[in-house]
């Protein structure tokens, strides 16, 4: 077997680089001028250009009004980010504990029910969405951007399968003890559904950071401009003779890989222990 181990690491890492090559491609074209970029196309050389470009995206105030600043939609990003996933873990933790241990009538057709809203992606309820949050003034605030995408019929899934794998002898050893249903799932189910927890957060981290289209409705004030709709701004500049600043929007590309990175390489095990393990 070892002598097909060279060329088995072999196709890895021309794998690696064919996944890697546009992102070296987008940090490099990043630190050359925007009109080199426009009469060249795009680079897998460095520039001269890198930190003043990646210096003024992060602190030179721009927009419509002058006052946003790339930090402050990075900062904006994580926040929906964060709070898209953290979210979604906790309701479909809840969501998923009251229909496997609390068994009461009509729990299975009211998980297919939950489960049935798949078929309704945002795009579908985005105007009745938006209705609702218009009415309730939740328009330009943080909660407005992320308590309408809370509900996870994804999550719920997936904790439920996880719930209905954990022993019996566990909930009868908590009942034993004295447990009631918060000590029980705070101090059993938590602990064991920590992989879980991981791989469900990694996953609605990454979806929450590239929302483009609901934050585009619900924002209309700059300061909650998320980084997404940064870089589409900077792309739509056209007026005349100007041409929009590619390498702004390639430094706010490669800014905008950082954090789901990060998160990735900080719960890859437990994402991949989350999603494999089977045995509890």
Known sequence: MRRFRPFDHL????????LMTPVVMAFMSSTHAATEIHMNGLFLTPG???????????????????????TRMVMNSTILGLGF???????????????VYFRFRFATPIFWIIFTTLLLPLEVRIMPSYQVMSTLGALNTYWGLIIPLLASATGTFYFRQFFKSVP????????????????????VL????????????????????????????????????????GIKTILQVWIGSQVPDYNEAFALAVLAMLPPLGVVLAFQRLFIKGLTESDK
């Open 48 to 70: 001269t250009e890198g930190l003043a470009t990646y210096e003024k995206v992060l602190t030179q105030k721009g927009g419509f009004t002058g006052t946003v600043t790339g």
């Open 85 to 99: 996933a953290l979210g979604k873990v906790v309701v479909s933790m809840l969501a998923a504990y009251g229909l």
């Open 168 to 187: 019996d002898e566990l909930l009868e050893a908590a009942r034993i003890d004295g447990a009631g249903p918060v000590r029980f799932f705070l101090g």
């Open 190 to 229: 938590v602990p064991l559904s920590r992989p879980m927890m991981a791989a469900i957060f990694i996953i609605m981290f990454v979806y929450g950071w590239n929302q483009y289209l609901w934050p585009m409705l619900m924002t209309t004030d700059e300061r909650f401009f998320t980084l997404m709709r």
């Open 11 to 18: 196709i890895l890492l021309l794998g690696a680089a064919f």
